[in-house]
């Protein structure tokens, strides 16, 4: 008679635990701690009824106290991996946002100053042009030029340069100097 009273209580037990794991996935999903008490109270009152023969009612109790608290506890622990995994992909994701954003931002700048680069070179090209008109052909001048300094007379170095008449023109030799250098 006693082991149809424990059968039925057993049985009664583990149909109400699953009745509720039942109604409560149909409202949410259970957290990993509660997943890691009842799996652990389960398991830990078999355990403990199987082991204490002379009391099974007060072993089963006890190992159900003891295997709900240890599987709470390996529950929580999940928990804090998945959300510590979790934390960091999204800094993870943040960084690489930032990163991105950065590049375009640099991008962008670039394409900016290249621009204003651009629109620099065609304003002093166009005027350069029609400052030294004797130079035909780029590479000489019938009477010889001289740079001069801010006080009007002639440099030192302006012997070794000659202007740059293709200033800005990628295609022509020294496209990004406005003077070009001798070549004897």
Known sequence: MKK???ISTLILLISAT????????????????AKGAVIGGVG??????????RNRP??????GVAGAGVGY?????????????????AANRAAANRAAADRAERAALARRVEAAEKK????????????YPMMANGFAATTPMMLVGADGAPTASSAAYLPNESYGE??????S???????W
Not at 58 to 63: E, I, L, P, Q
Not at 120 to 131: F, G, N, R, W
């Open 73 to 89: 506890a390996i529950g929580k622990r999940t928990d804090n991996k998945r959300k510590e995994a979790a934390r960091v992909a």
């Open 44 to 53: 830990g009152a078999a355990a403990g009824a199987i082991i204490n023969k």
């Open 170 to 175: 990628r295609n022509t030799p020294y496209p």
């Open 120 to 131: 620099a070179v065609v304003a002093t090209a166009k005027p350069q042009q029609t400052q």
């Open 58 to 63: 007060v072993g089963g109790v006890v190992g």
């Open 18 to 33: 699953f009745t509720n794991a039942v109604q409560a996935q149909e409202k949410k999903p259970w957290s990993p701690q």
């Open 4 to 6: 149809l009273s424990y």
């Open 177 to 183: 100097s406005e003077v070009r250098r001798k070549s």
